[in-house]
């Protein structure tokens, strides 16, 4: 089994807008534990909605794949070509309705690794991990830097429609020539050749995006109460906190924050004393996906 890493720009970030977030502030630089839960469970389920046209056929095929592998061990070779047949249905199925795919995908999961450090430990474990590596102490710093990240990885196992296909016909030509073992062995090495991708999307970008959207409505409201000035008080401290932890961790280059930083103080100005207005957060929200392409374009 191959497996590739990818970076994703943050555009989940209008799938999470509706999801709840508890009130923090500034200086809970690490997003709560239920809000990155939420990132993650929402970053999966929209990479499940886009690989459904085809995962249902190539899931199928798959398993089918394994009812053949199961029937040649128990000597069925009936049982196994017909297995067969069906998978490669399953997949000429697929492949007419999407000609130009490659990999069909068969499974999605997810998992999170989110730091909890401020930004100023964060930058002082940057800091600590350069000074070991100038002192030829690389496997010192590689302890440190392993666990410097907040992101969600989406990975995503692919079937290759390229080969596994011809792979399935191959195997069922062997049983028909009455060479069982050969058959087994092309269909284990089928099996072998499922493409696992990695993809990850930095938390602090992808947090920041859900509360940008919270804080939006609450910009546009005329005549905030008391409370709800706080509120949205509260929010742009903790864009501004994620703000500071993505830089700290480096998803973006130099400079990259800078201009978010700037449009921060926008809002905060027209916002204060109950200002309101629409699209107040418009800009902030689009300089967000920037940073986020950005970094993207930049990790491939």
Do not use: C
């Amino acid at each position: 089994m191959t497996r590739k890493t990818s970076w994703k720009t943050p555009l989940l970030a209008l799938a999470l807008a509706g999801l709840s977030l508890p009130a923090f502030a500034q200086d809970g630089a690490t997003a709560p534990a239920d809000t990155s839960n939420e990132a993650n469970e929402a970053a999966r389920n929209e990479a499940l909605q886009q690989s459904d046209a085809v995962l249902a056929d190539a899931l199928a095929a798959l398993e089918e794949t394994a009812n053949a592998l199961k029937a040649l061990e128990a000597d069925k070779a009936d049982e196994a070509t017909a297995a067969l047949e069906r998978a490669i249905g399953k997949l000429e199925v697929t492949l007419a309705a999407n000609p130009g795919l490659a990999l069909a995908p068969v499974n999605v999961a997810s998992s999170i690794t989110d730091i909890q450090a401020s930004p100023s430990e964060i930058i002082a474990l940057r800091q600590e991990a350069l000074r070991l590596m100038k002192d030829h102490q690389l496997q010192l710093a590689r302890r440190l830097v392993t666990g410097l990240a907040s992101e969600v990885t989406i990975s995503t196992t692919y079937l290759p429609l390229g080969t596994y296909p011809l792979a399935l016909k191959s195997a069922a030509a062997l049983i028909a020539s009455g060479d069982t073992e050969t058959a087994i062995a092309v269909l284990g090495n089928a099996l072998d050749t499922l493409v696992v991708i990695d993809t990850a999307l930095p938390l602090p970008l992808l947090t920041a995006g859900m509360l940008v959207d919270e804080a939006r409505e609450l910009s546009e409201k005329p005549d905030r109460s008391d409370e709800e000035n706080a509120r949205l008080g509260a929010l742009l401290d903790a864009i501004e906190a994620q703000v500071a932890k993505g830089e700290a961790l480096e998803y973006g280059g130099a400079g990259a924050f800078d201009d978010i930083r700037a449009e921060l103080e926008v809002v905060r100005a027209a916002t204060s004393d109950g200002g309101s207005g629409e699209g107040l957060l418009d800009k902030l929200k689009a300089l967000f996906g920037k940073v986020g392409r950005d970094h993207a374009a930049a990790a491939q």
